[in-house]
């Protein structure tokens, strides 16, 4: 079993940054990708960023590319969402996961351990 702890969500102007960490414990020794995902009210949770188990390798959604860095430190078991620019509809429950393999995908599927989500909330 694998536990994912997310933090650093919170309230923020648009315009600002925010940087999301995200805390993994138990059963981490094998090398596996984490990803980042949200989920807005009433909507499906999608796919925000993931990152492969060296770090040397990442990939973003279109509403991500350019403002947000995903980033990992293997030492401290923690991944990361550094967020700048945030716009209004950035505002949405982000969760981390757990990926099955080392490479992640952009599907949930491929993650088989998620966090229990770090509200963010853009003001207008």
């Known amino acids: 079993q694998v536990q994912l702890v997310e933090s650093g969500g919170g309230l923020v102007q648009a315009g600002g940054s925010l940087r999301l960490s995200c805390a993994a414990s138990g059963r981490t020794g094998s090398a596996r990708a984490m990803g980042w995902f949200r989920q807005a009210p009433g909507k499906e949770r999608v796919f925000v960023a993931t990152?492969?188990?060296?770090?040397?390798?990442?990939s973003y959604a279109d509403s991500a590319k350019g403002r947000f860095t995903i980033s990992r430190d293997n030492a401290k078991n923690t991944l990361y969402l550094q967020m700048n620019s945030l716009k209004p509809e950035d505002s949405a429950v982000y969760y981390c996961?757990?990926?099955?393999?080392?490479?992640?995908?952009?599907?949930?599927?491929?993650?088989?351990?998620w966090g229990q989500g770090t509200q963010v909330t853009v003001s207008s």
């Open positions: 996961g757990y990926g099955n393999s080392v490479w992640g995908g952009r599907s949930e599927n491929e993650y088989a351990y």
């Open positions: 990152i492969n188990w060296s770090g040397s390798l990442t």
